[in-house]
């Protein structure tokens, strides 16, 4: 890769060719070995340089204001030579060769680390993370770790981690109650594999450290307990002239708002002045109308000793338009959901029905309205998986004969 080349890829790239000029480089799918003749690229702040041959990270000691580094799908083994990049926040070395974090550097400012896809295998070298003190996104999916409780307790470590994906690696499928660990030992998280973590979920986590699934319907009964209860408010209680006084409640009274005003005695007189003016204008028009309905019934009598129209025919009724169709309550929706749900969690935990039913009573929680989650047990679950099993096969039945 020499300055010319990368001059004319420059060229073709819509970049600079003066290589001071540039803020980025677009080095992806060139078949590259190594990484070289980058001196004049001293601006440099992002640096694409994936699905090459790659085997080495060198050369990159003049981009010191390298922000991101993307050098995934090449053939590395190890993360090296990157130290002095104290500005780098986003680093990509997934599908690679990596099977130690030994030497990791020590990156100050690294947000982002997407190491997935590779061959890691010893969860105490991710010890290597705590030295990235800003560290939030973290892709270590699909690797060879196997021990759980050394990853979790290595990445814990980490100090502001909050986005986690370990999906794909032997342990997530061995060990009990993985993602209950992973909650309560990485307490800052808020994202786990693809679903979001919420206060709940720690809650019930923590109760089931304490005390098993006793202690975790406990909490839950709490939770439920914790839930305002609606209350109708009446549109005459809704302001008042009282103050507001308690604990976390401001010093409030209505006639201190901009949008609501205490009535004076000028605006009451004006008031009355005005129902005085709209009673008799109410009772101006009402004789008038009396009158005119008078004449009218007058002029109807005389015409009807004269002459009698022929009375017009009648129309036909209209047809009733028929019902339309209800849609379908949101309990129906519910329990489609579940058997999806039951189906796809079946076939992800193995057949594991505790951690199915776990997964469904977690769900179940956010919509208790439409359910009770201790309604969902183990044999319950298996049982509608089983029944649910029946009918698709005798659907397939039927269509191929």
């Avoid at 001071?20 to 990484?35: A, F, G, K, S």
């Avoid at 814990?156 to 993602?179: C, I, W």
Wanted: with cysteine; hydrophobic share 35%.
């Amino acid at each position: 890769m020499t300055l010319e080349v990368l001059k004319k890829i420059c060229s073709e790239t819509d970049q600079y060719t003066t290589p001071n000029l540039n803020h980025q480089l677009l080095l992806h799918r060139r078949n590259l070995r190594n990484i070289k003749n980058l001196e004049e690229y001293v601006n440099v702040k992002t640096l694409f340089l994936e699905h090459n041959l790659i085997e080495n990270i060198e050369g990159l000691d003049p981009l010191v204001e390298l922000r991101a580094l993307y050098i995934q799908h090449n053939k590395l083994t190890k993360i090296s030579n990157i130290s002095h990049l104290i500005n780098l926040s986003v680093l990509d070395v997934s599908a690679n060769k990596i099977s130690t974090l030994e030497g990791f550097p020590e990156l100050p400012n690294l947000q982002s680390l997407n190491m997935s896809l590779n061959r890691i295998s010893d969860g105490k070298e991710l010890l290597a993370l705590a030295r990235c003190p800003k560290l939030q996104l973290l892709d270590l999916s699909k690797n060879h770790l196997q021990d759980g409780n050394e990853v979790l307790d290595a990445l814990a470590e980490v100090p502001k981690l909050n986005v986690l994906r370990l999906q794909g690696n032997d342990f997530v499928k061995t060990m009990s109650f993985y993602r209950k660990h992973a909650v309560v030992k990485i307490r800052k998280l808020t994202f786990l594999d693809e679903r979001p973590i919420f206060e709940n979920e720690l809650r019930l986590g923590e109760a089931w450290i304490r005390g098993g699934a006793k202690e975790e319907d406990l909490e839950r009964e709490r939770i439920r307990a914790e839930k305002p209860k609606k209350r109708e408010v009446d549109s005459d209680d809704q302001f008042s002239d009282c103050e507001l006084d308690g604990p976390g409640v401001e010093h409030y009274t209505v006639a201190a708002s901009p949008k609501f005003k205490k009535p004076t005695e000028s605006d009451e007189e004006e008031k009355a002045k005005d129902n005085t003016d709209e009673e008799e204008k109410s009772k101006d028009n009402a004789e008038s109308t009396k009158a005119r309905v008078e004449a009218k019934a007058g002029a109807e009598s005389i015409t009807s000793t004269v002459a009698v129209d022929p009375p017009k025919a009648t129309e036909p009724p209209k047809a009733a338009e028929p019902p339309k169709a209800a849609a379908p309550p949101k309990k129906e929706l519910w329990v489609e959901l579940v058997d999806q749900m039951v189906i796809l969690l079946a076939s992800t935990f193995n057949f594991n029905w505790e951690e199915v039913t776990e997964n469904i009573r977690q769900i179940a929680l956010t919509n208790d309205d439409l359910c009770e989650p201790e309604a969902y047990t183990e044999a319950n679950i298996e049982e509608r998986y089983h029944h649910l099993d029946r009918e698709m096969k005798d659907e397939f039945t039927i269509c191929t004969e």
